[in-house]
């Protein structure tokens, strides 16, 4: 059976993993290579690395830090941040990534989508979106999509929008509840499971996990394929390894041996 | 020496830092006569059965491959480079493959609409048989896919590995005398992938 993946998240800058509440207040909790291995040796499923400060400074990723993170952990990573270009996304991949995450920059651009997906296959280009709960009736869903770092708002429906990243060809969507964000009190069900309901490629639940019951329900109530965690294992309260016990017990097909 | 087979289908940087990780000599060519000359051969693949067929025409290195296939060296198939050593494939309209592993390569199709499709993540492969490859894996451990396509034998005796995704129990390793390929990434399979790797840079290539 297809496990669910449980998937730490790695906030970079300057190679530091950091860690903030809705995006700001952002403290340093450690050398991003470093926390990857320990990740890896404890059977995190997957990584993901956002390279927080590149969208906003206009810059590419750090490269360099790509490659010492392939050469140490042999799982699939996904990259995001400031990834603009073909070009941008060829460097990522060609570094040793998995996948690219397209966040900010795709909103602009959708083409992007496509393009990834027609150059290196589509199980490569992740769309991560941060939508807010909205009241407003202009959006159907009740989510608005928000680009950088929930700075913006775009007046774009949120599951329009996965729906039109899944037609474009993204192999993946990174749900991120900016109300969940940093608060650990669980993750958004409702807005997860929306989406998860509504799109046929996999869904990453992302914002909120506090405790593994929170796992647990994202993947029985909300239907999400994988969920990522930050601050509940950076501070060091959870590791995988309990992590992982807790959701077998629930009855969640889990990767057991690594 | 190893030799990655680079057919532009796809990136190898992970294959390459996997076999670095076990200190072996692997080096990554799309040169006739490396790979030819090498003791053992990789052939790993992404992306659509189609356009891999296309690009080792286009490099000649179709009948390189099954030269090297031939000659009895050790050679290991992942993912697409595994679905290509098929009769043929249903992807892309239908592709005519290599015919080296008897059968063909179908697409799932889920009766669940929420199975997803490709499968991507971590599965079980569950030993049919014993196989030098696998020695020291642990029966159903997990390895991670990527695949909308799955490997569909003609000879059991070929399958070594199953898997069960979308109402179907696939071929996840195949084998036959000195070839053997997996449907999973055993690059980035974590430790139990990097054993796998390492079996390979051990076995001599016969058939057990």
Redesign the interface.
């Known amino acids: 059976m297809l496990t669910k993946r449980v998937i730490p998240c790695l906030d970079v800058r300057d190679k530091k993993v950091t860690k903030g509440v809705k995006f700001q207040d952002n403290v340093v909790l450690g050398d991003a290579v470093e926390l990857a291995a320990q990740y890896y040796e404890q059977g995190c499923d997957e990584l993901v690395f956002y390279d927080i400060t590149a969208s906003a400074e206009r810059r590419p990723i750090d490269i360099e830090m790509v490659q010492e993170v392939a050469q140490t952990v042999h799982i699939p990573f996904a990259v995001g941040g400031g990834i603009a270009t073909l070009d941008d996304m060829s460097r990522v991949l060609l570094a040793g990534a998995e996948k690219v995450s397209l966040n900010s920059l795709a909103v602009r651009n959708p083409d992007i989508i496509a393009e990834g997906a027609r150059a290196f296959g589509s199980q490569c280009v992740v769309l991560g979106m941060d939508p807010v709960k909205t009241d407003d009736p202009a959006f159907p869903s009740g989510y608005e999509i928000t680009i950088r770092g929930f700075r913006e708002r775009t007046g774009m429906d949120a599951l329009e929008w996965a729906r039109r990243a899944e037609e474009l060809g993204a192999g993946e969507i990174v749900v991120n509840s900016v109300d969940a964000d940093g608060t650990r009190q669980g993750f958004e069900l409702e807005l997860t499971g929306l989406i998860a309901r509504n799109v046929g490629v996999p869904v990453v639940a992302s914002g909120g996990a506090g405790n593994s019951r929170h796992l647990a329900e994202v993947f029985t109530q909300a239907g999400a394929d994988a969920a990522i965690l930050a601050g509940m294992i950076h501070t060091g309260e959870f590791t995988i390894p309990d992590i992982k016990r807790d959701l077998v017990r629930a009855g969640i097909p889990i990767r057991q041996t690594w | 020496m190893i030799a990655v087979i680079d057919y532009k289908a796809?990136?190898l940087?992970?294959v390459k830092?996997?076999f670095?990780?076990l200190g072996v000599d692997a080096v990554v060519t799309h040169d006739p006569h490396t790979i030819l000359g090498a003791e053992r051969v990789v052939f790993p693949g992404?992306?659509?059965a189609g356009a891999a067929m296309q690009s080792l025409k286009d490099l000649g290195l179709h009948t390189v491959i099954r030269d090297a296939a031939g000659s009895g060296k050790p050679f290991l198939g992942i993912c697409v480079g595994t679905q290509v050593l098929f009769d043929a494939s249903e992807e892309d309209g239908g592709v005519e493959c290599l015919g080296l592993m008897p059968g063909s390569v179908k697409r799932f199709t889920p009766s669940d609409?929420?199975t997803?499709?490709?499968?991507?993540?971590?599965?079980?492969v569950n030993v049919a048989r014993p196989h030098p490859l696998l020695d020291g894996i642990?029966d159903?451990?997990?390895f991670?896919?990527?695949h909308s396509y799955y490997p569909d034998v003609s000879d059991a005796s070929h399958c070594v590995a199953q898997t069960?995704?979308a109402d179907v129990t696939f071929s996840s390793v195949v084998g036959r005398d000195n070839l053997v390929a997996t449907q999973f990434?055993v690059?980035?399979?974590?430790?139990?992938?990097?054993r796998v790797l390492e079996n390979f840079t051990r076995w001599n290539g016969s058939s057990c």
């Not at chain 2, 690059?187 to 990097?194: A, M, Q, T």
Request: hydrophobic share 30%; glycine share 12%; no cysteine.
């Open positions: 796809g990136n940087t992970s830092w996997a670095a990780a992404v992306g659509a609409p929420s997803k499709v490709p499968q991507m993540g971590w599965n079980q642990q159903h451990s997990e991670y896919f990527v069960d995704y990434h690059e980035k399979s974590g430790r139990v992938g990097l």
